[in-house]
């Protein structure tokens, strides 16, 4: 955070101090939510959640070297203390990006979000220091956060935005108002809370509303609600995308025998052929979207496709390979699942097995249920069921309740393999089967909504029947 005093902190929030000695102490420490994370000269935010309220930390926060804490009250050590914590927390943040010389990216889609955003900050790192999202912290709270990481020297701040409703990214657009706004894609994630994908539209739309006339609005020429968008903004519009009209595209697009995407990046000022070090073709548009934002920023197309090519995964649980020395490969996808991503994910793992079915290998799906579908949900996990057969995967693992049976029955329902695909009650069941099954060869891939909790499974295949270190790819 760029350095300020308690003083003007609790000027711009509207506080007031409370057993501050020297108001003109400085915060050159980041902004944290938890005590924890607290470095010297921090400022602890402390937020109230469903079981733990942050006040109680606060004596602990300052013990550790935080400077101040920001409080809805008095906690008998330095506080700024405000009506609202989180509205102190934006405007804290809302003031220290107009003081950064900074550019501003701001993306949301319902899909490949995280991904794109790892991608674009790996892409801009070559041009200037660059602060960016960490993991999916997207939200009222993660947003400010990341921004008030922010110091004298960033060149560019790169903020993934998460919606819920309508009017949810508009809020934080007032908060780090961007430049350039990405959307990627308009899927089916979260359509329960919203009530179809036209809602969702009209939620990611508010990114591009809100971008000044100056700016960019780089918008994905494959999806057509988004291309839409273009006349709701007064910035001017930048389609990326494997359509013809595209101004930042790919072409000759293909896969790799280990399932990495290959192809030919076309940019107004030249062509340049890029392989990712991901995996999944879906990582092509989020590669071109990317690509995009970095031309916009004026990287060279061949700077940008060597970039893409060395960049890799920087969050984690998002499809991380991971070979082990006894030959089986886990792929962690665990953080998160929508229909979108689960379909990418299968057909990624499909690419990937072709070469291990040819050594005698399996490709196991390990899936778990998909979250906040609505209405929608025994419709999109047949769907996915019945994907899993047509992509030929050797064997279905359904992990859960209600939702995940519906996996089952879609594989079933296809026709092709039933006797290949089954439900287990939990992750436990699912690690005892697999630790009892799998071979030398096989490519299990692990996927479920992260309420789920997946990510065991992932984490104790990695931990069965190995010796030594395991390799990353």
Not at 388 to 399: F, I, P, T, W
Not at 421 to 437: C, G, K, T
Request: with cysteine; glycine share 10%; proline share 4%.
């Amino acid at each position: 955070m760029i350095a300020l005093s308690l003083a003007e902190i609790a000027e711009i929030v509207g506080g007031q101090s409370y057993d501050i000695p020297d108001p003109q102490v400085r915060i050159t420490g980041p902004v944290v939510i938890d005590s924890r994370q607290v470095e010297a000269g921090s400022l602890f935010a402390a937020f109230v959640g469903e079981q733990v309220d942050g006040h109680d930390y606060a004596r602990r926060a300052v013990e550790s070297g935080a400077a101040a804490v920001l409080a809805a009250r008095p906690v008998g050590v330095p506080a700024i203390v405000v009506e609202d914590v989180e509205v102190a927390l934006g405007a804290l943040a809302r003031a220290v990006v107009e003081r950064l010389g900074a550019t501003v990216v701001g993306l949301t889609g319902s899909a490949g979000k995280t991904s794109t955003k790892d991608l674009i900050a790996q892409l801009l790192q070559r041009h200037g220091p660059t602060v960016w999202t960490p993991g999916s912290l997207n939200n009222e709270i993660g947003l400010p956060i990341t921004a008030l990481r922010a110091t004298e020297d960033t060149r560019h701040l790169v903020l993934e935005m998460g919606a819920r409703g309508v009017g949810h990214i508009r809020y934080l657009t007032g908060l780090t108002p961007p430049r350039i706004g990405l959307v990627l894609n308009v899927g089916t994630a979260h359509i329960g809370e919203f009530g179809g994908r036209e809602q969702i539209a009209e939620a990611k739309g508010e990114l591009v509303e809100t971008l000044p006339e100056d700016g960019v609005a780089v918008l994905n020429a494959d999806d057509q609600l988004v291309r839409a968008m273009a006349s709701r903004t007064k910035a001017r519009t930048v389609l990326f995308g494997e359509a013809e009209d595209a101004d930042v595209r790919a072409s000759n697009v293909r896969l790799t025998a280990t399932g990495q995407p290959s192809f030919t990046l076309h940019t107004p000022t030249g062509c340049s052929d890029v392989t990712l070090r991901l995996y999944g073709e879906h990582h092509v548009s989020n590669a071109l979207a990317a690509a995009a934002v970095a031309h916009e920023l004026g990287m060279p197309t061949d700077e940008i496709a060597l970039a893409l090519s060395e960049a890799g995964t920087l969050s984690r649980w998002r499809m991380e390979v991971t070979e082990r020395p006894d030959g089986v490969t886990v792929v962690n996808d665990a953080y998160n699942a929508n229909p979108e991503s689960m379909r990418a994910a299968l057909r990624a793992l499909a690419a990937m097995g072709e070469a291990a079915k040819a050594e005698g290998g399996r490709t196991w799906a390990v899936l778990g249920p998909m979250a906040e579908l609505g209405d929608e949900a025994l419709a999109e996990h047949d769907a996915v069921g019945r994907l899993a057969v047509r992509l030929n995967v050797s064997k279905l693992v359904a992990v859960g309740g209600r939702e995940a049976s519906w996996l089952q029955l879609g594989a079933y329902n296809e026709g092709s393999w039933g006797e290949e695909s089954v439900h287990v009650s939990d992750a436990q069941a699912a690690i005892d089967l697999l630790r009892s099954e799998l071979r030398t060869g096989d490519v299990v891939l692990v996927k479920a909504s992260r309420s789920i909790g997946l990510e065991q499974v992932a984490l104790a295949l990695l931990d069965s029947g190995t010796e030594g270190e395991v390799a990353v790819r």
